[in-house]
T-cell receptor, first 114, second 117 residues
Framework: GAGVSQSPSNKVTEKGKDVELRCDPI?????LYWYRQSLGQGLEFLIY????????KSGLPSDRFSAERTGGSVSTLTIQRTQQEDSAVYLC????????????FGNGTRLTVT | AQTVTQSQPEMSVQEAETVTLSCTYD???????LFWYKQPPSRQMILVIR??????QNATENRFSVNFQKAAKSFSLKISDSQLGDAAMYFC??????????????FGKGTKLTVNP
């Protein structure tokens, strides 16, 4: 079966532009997560979706960041007015809603803001 | 808030030898889950092994095993008979098991493992 799919794989954008990152979770996975991984760092939690609602958006670093999920499936992470410090790999993961269920990750989107 | 600490930024091991990666965590919860993930240069995060805190027996997956010390809040990963393909970043992660607890995984900063031929 298909895994978590993220697009684009790489994105280069100019400072001040808006970007949209897409995540297609594994079919049947109601939980969806976005993480950010800066160079040489661990994974920083951004937001968690349960179905279409986001009960935990505590990790979004500023109001320039937003995310939505439609139909309990595809999710889009939007970064407005990008800054150089937004450069990172953005990872999406999905899982079943069970505490011992592991997260299944996509290959991420590498965002470079010039 | 829970925190996960990996005190070894880098480790190296000779092919066919054994290596242990350290992880400690801080929590006031009694019910939780622990995971080790591997991230090769392809960026794909791959689950290596998981442990339920209520289980006393240490989890094992082929060449990978853990030493789970609940009282010490320690969760180390042992890789036996290391192979070149084991070279990657390894991340330790914590997830609450409490009702109403956070659904997210909290990750450590990772340990870069090099396997020397």
């Amino acid at each position: 079966g298909a895994g978590v799919s993220q697009s684009p794989s790489n994105k280069v954008t100019e400072k001040g532009k808006d970007v949209e990152l897409r995540c297609d979770p594994i079919s049947g996975h109601t939980a969806l997560y976005w993480y950010r991984q800066s160079l040489g760092q661990g994974l920083e939690f951004l937001i968690y979706f349960q179905g279409n609602s986001a009960p935990d958006k505590s990790g979004l670093p500023s109001d320039r960041f937003s995310a939505e999920r439609t139909g309990g499936s595809v999710s889009t992470l939007t970064i407005q007015r990008t800054q150089q410090e937004d450069s990172a790999v953005y990872l999406c993961a999905s899982s079943l809603v069970q505490y011992n269920s592991p997260l299944h990750f996509g290959n991420g989107t590498r965002l470079t803001v010039t | 808030a829970q925190t996960v600490t990996q005190s070894q930024p880098e480790m190296s091991v000779q092919e066919a030898e054994t290596v242990t990666l350290s992880c400690t965590y801080d929590t006031s919860e009694s019910d939780y889950y622990l995971f080790w993930y591997k991230q090769p240069p392809s960026r794909q995060m791959i689950l290596v092994i998981r442990q339920e805190a209520y289980k006393q027996q240490n989890a094992t997956e082929n060449r990978f095993s853990v030493n789970f010390q609940k009282a010490a809040k320690s969760f180390s990963l042992k890789i036996s008979d290391s192979q070149l393909g084991d070279a990657a970043m390894y991340f330790c992660a914590y997830r609450s098991g409490a009702q109403g607890g956070s659904e997210k995984l909290v990750f450590g900063k990772g340990t870069k493992l090099t396997v020397n031929p």
